[in-house]
């Protein structure tokens, strides 16, 4: 649903391999959003630009531009488009599975994805070393799997609340890929592994997915 051309309000500051980031592009996909996608490439440092910095002073990807509101945060964005679009809830019914989706939401949100946060993995190869970073960075998402693992047991359908596409897919797709990079053995995590699945037949998330976006690099390369 990206545009090139800006004939959309919306505007998404991203980069491909950002899961913060891909989890917004699944969310304006589902609500069938058009934006104009703007490329941040944190390997060349853009995330420190004046001029970035002037959107998100703490220099994260993503960020969403609203017209003259700007929302920095992959969460706050997705509550947004969720009170601001109301079509296409990612939020169930449920008292229950509401919460549910939210504890996998916040899991994947805060304990997971900061420890491996491009930040982190420099800091661990630079001061301690490089060989440490997978080893890292597959002990936090273990970790976080195994919570996440726990809790859906029981509750999932199709996806992991039911049989609709909710928040804690929203979350959890970017970082079934990223465990995917990062070589996690996913024996461990029968419920996980089959939602990785699930969610590649999923044309929302497929668009939204790295690979899929205006400056990932050409396959292959
Ligand atoms: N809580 C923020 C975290 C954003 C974040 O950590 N973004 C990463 C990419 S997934 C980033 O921009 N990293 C750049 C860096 O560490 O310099 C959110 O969910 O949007």
């Known amino acids: 649903m990206a545009t090139e051309s800006g004939d959309n309000k919306l505007k998404l500051y991203s980069y491909w391999r950002s899961s ?10 589902l ?15 853009e995330q420190s630009d004046p001029d970035f910095l002037k959107l998100n002073p703490v220099g994260f990807v993503p960020v969403l531009v609203d017209g003259d509101f700007v929302i920095s945060d992959s969460y706050a964005i997705i509550m947004y488009l969720e009170d601001k679009f109301t079509q296409r809830p990612f939020l169930p019914p449920d008292l ?8 996998v939401a916040h899991i994947v949100f805060s304990n997971i994805q900061p420890l491996q946060n491009i930040g982190v993995l420099n800091y661990i190869a630079e001061k301690v070393s490089p060989d440490e970073k997978l080893p890292w960075v597959q002990s936090v998402i273990r970790k976080g799997f195994t919570a996440i693992e726990k809790l859906l047991k029981g509750h999932t359908g199709r996806y992991a609340t039911g049989d609709e596409i909710f928040l804690a897919d929203v979350f959890l797709a970017p970082q079934l890929h990223a465990a995917t990079r990062f070589n996690v053995d996913m024996a461990e995590f029968p419920i996980l592994a089959r939602l990785r699945e699930a969610y590649n037949e999923v044309p929302a998330i497929r668009e939204a997915s790295p690979e899929n976006q ?8």
């Not at 913060?20 to 996909?29: E, K």
């Not at 229950?96 to 504890?103: E, G, L, M």
């Not at 205006?214 to 390369?221: E, H, I, R, V, Y």
């Open 96 to 103: 229950q599975k509401r919460t549910i989706n939210f504890q």
């Open 31 to 45: 609500k069938g959003i058009k934006y104009e996608y703007k490329a941040v490439n944190l390997l060349k440092g």
């Open 214 to 221: 205006p400056d990932a690099p050409p396959q292959g390369t």
């Open 20 to 29: 913060c980031a891909f989890r917004v592009r699944i969310a304006l996909n």
